[in-house]
Structure formats: C-alpha cells, structure tokens
C-alpha cells in the first residue's frame, strides 16, 4: 500500500470536520455524595452532531457511569429532555453548531423533579399528573359498529396539542412547579386538552372539573416558558389559556 505523503495527511487534517468540545455535566451520585458537582468532558466532535452523539461518545469512550435516558434518538420518544445551556431542549434534537461550541456547553437535568442520578430525574409525579387527567377517549352507551367519524374541523380544535411527547421540557421549565410540585403542569393540561375538545369525548366537563382544583389549570401566570421549551413546537400557553376559557364559559 502506499504511504500517505505529508501534503495529503494535512490537507485531510485541514479537512477534518471535527472541533475540540467541552461538555460541561452536572453529575449526582446519591451512591457517592449528597451533593451535585459539575464536571468537564473535552470531546472531538462534528458540529454537525448532536449533543445526544457527544453524551454517547463520553458514555462509551470516557466514563461508562455517565447516567441519562435515551432511546429513538430522533425526537420522537421524549425521553432525552435535559436543560443544555440553561434552556430544557430534547439532545437529540439539539445540534453542537447550534449552542456556540467555542464556548462549554452545560448540561444538567431537568429541574422540578428529583434527580436520581446525573441527568435521570424521577418521572413519576409528572406521569401521575398525566393520568390524573384521563388521557383516553371515554364515550357512553355500546360500542359502535363501525368508526367514530369526525369532520376535519372538529379534528383541527385539538390537532396542535396530539403531538406531544410526554418529554417533561414543558412542566420543567414552569417556574410555579418549580415552587409547587402539586401544580399538575403544563403537559398534563395539553393531554387533558386533547380530549376536552375531542368532539367524540364524552368525559370533557369530568375533565375540566379535575383541572378546577386548587392545583389545576388557573396555578398558571402565563410566562410562556412551557411554549418556549416544547421541542414540538406545541402552542402550550395557548392550549392552557382554552382550557381556562372552556372552564368559564363551558362551551368545547
Ligand atoms: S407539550 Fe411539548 S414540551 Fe410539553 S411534554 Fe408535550 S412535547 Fe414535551
Ligand atoms: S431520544 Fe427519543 S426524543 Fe430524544
């Protein structure tokens, strides 16, 4: 085979997509210590990647005890919502170019929830929220011979609010569940919301009247911090503020 000249391993250096990183990872180990502590990762990486790509080069080429959720890694499991650079983003969704890389970049988790380990909070109150409003198509009477149709209006009030994706950017990124861990949360609302004004629901004022609690939908200030964060571009604020109006005129 032959060997490489000198020109061409520098003109390959030159081209060489790859820029020195540093990930900048707030670690707790509940094993080891009580405390969290940030720790620094120096990374070769394509800006072109995602931050998802650098946890996993750190997980498997640096540190193997580096704790987080992933699973599609491609925006659709909700599982990977962590707070990069201060802002809760999906990391696979969220590219190293795009987050000024000259700079380290912070990651750490989720807030609002207790952190189990590194970047793995406790999911269960947020889910338990996401139950209590009854997240399922409930009707009366028998079951039908044939689909439940619906006219493309009717299927247009709720469209917005079915893509969630039960990642947690939204109620983690609210300052009044940061204080009040009881407040069911923005993304609770939304799937309430994608029942409320499903014109083939029947539960809608059951719905509502849960949400009515004193921990419910008007614990809400209208910081738009849940629409800022939502990886799916859901109008959440908007979806909260329809949930309030449909409490007080009853009408969905
Ligand atoms: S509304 Fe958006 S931010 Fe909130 S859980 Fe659903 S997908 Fe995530
Ligand atoms: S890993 Fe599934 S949404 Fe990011």
Not at 84 to 110: S, W
Not at 172 to 181: E, H, K
Not at 204 to 210: K, M, T, V
Request: contains cysteine; proline residues 5%; aromatic residues 8%.
């Amino acid at each position: 085979m032959a060997t490489p000249t000198l020109e061409k391993v520098e003109a390959e250096s030159a081209a060489s997509p790859y820029i020195t990183v540093t990930f900048r990872i707030r670690r707790f180990n509940p094993e080891v210590s009580d405390t969290a502590e940030w720790q620094d990762f120096q990374i070769e990486i394509d800006p072109k990647e995602r931050v998802l790509d650098g946890l996993h080069k750190i997980k498997w080429d640096l540190d193997g005890t580096l704790t987080f959720r992933r699973s599609c890694a491609h925006g659709i499991c909700g599982s990977d919502a962590m707070r990069i650079n201060g802002k809760n983003r999906l990391a696979c969704k969220t590219l190293i170019k795009d987050i000024n890389p000259e700079k380290p970049i912070t990651i750490e988790a989720i807030k609002g929830l207790t952190v189990m380990k590194d970047l793995v909070v406790d999911m269960e109150p947020f889910f338990q929220a996401y139950r209590d409003v009854m997240p399922f198509l409930v009707t009366k009477g028998n079951e039908p011979t044939r689909e439940r149709r619906q006219s493309p209006e009717d299927r247009e009030r709720f469209d917005d609010t079915t893509k969630c994706i039960l990642c947690a950017a939204c109620t983690s990124s609210c300052p009044v569940f940061w204080n009040d861990g009881q407040y069911f949360g923005p993304a609770a609302i939304v799937n309430a919301h994608r029942f409320i004004f499903d014109s083939r629901d029947e539960a809608g004022e059951q719905r509502l009247e849960i949400l009515n609690d004193k921990d419910g939908v008007w614990r809400c200030r209208t910081t738009f911090n849940c629409t800022d964060a939502c990886p799916r571009g859901i109008e959440v604020t908007k979806a909260i503020q329809e949930v309030k109006r449909a409490l007080i005129t009853r009408r969905f």
